[in-house]
């Protein structure tokens, strides 16, 4: 069953992830009205390393796994939001996304990402953040 019944409950949803933690209510219910929620199983690929990519994911039940063109993998779970890079530079995806587990994913379009930061820096900030953990990640993984 999706579980995007409401207004209330959508935001009850929202506010939990990391990226929305400590919003507004009027920015949370702004940002509902932005997003789709989509189920996948197990198993699925939700991204595919060389192609075009114009939608955000946010993990909301479930996991997955990020394999990177030179082999890297990376788990990510509730809370972790994946698709951000090829939003931000228009370039193909630069990695390869698959569900672990059946997930439950907020979705956003590129005109909605856009719409996101324009309105929110506590967002920009908060995936800012996390491109640059993932660069660090990324070069640990590579000297290793
Ligand atoms: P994008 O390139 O649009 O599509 C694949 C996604 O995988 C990418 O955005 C990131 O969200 C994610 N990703 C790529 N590399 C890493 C990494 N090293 N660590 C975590 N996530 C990654």
New binding site residues.
């Given amino acids: 069953m999706l579980l995007w019944p409401s207004a209330s409950g959508r935001s009850a949803v929202l506010e939990k992830l990391p990226l929305f933690v400590g919003l507004s209510q009027a920015d949370l219910g702004r940002i509902s009205r932005l997003i789709r929620e989509v189920e996948v199983p197990a198993g699925r690929p939700v ?1 595919a ?1 060389g192609e075009a ?1 114009r939608e955000l994911f946010v993990i909301v039940d479930g996991r997955a796994l ?1 394999t ?1 063109r030179r082999g ?1 993998r ?1 788990r ?1 779970g509730p809370g972790d ?7 931000i530079d228009g ?1 193909p ?5 698959e569900a672990t587990t059946p997930m439950r994913l907020l979705v956003l379009g590129y005109r909605e990402f856009w719409q996101l930061l324009d309105e929110s820096l506590p967002i920009v900030r908060r995936i800012m953040r996390t491109l640059s953990r ?1 660069l660090r ?2 070069e640990k993984s590579a000297v290793a």
């Fill in positions: 991204a390393a990519g990020v990177t890297g990376v990510l939001f994946f698709g951000e890079m090829s939003l370039e995806r630069s990695a390869s996304v993932r990640q990324a």
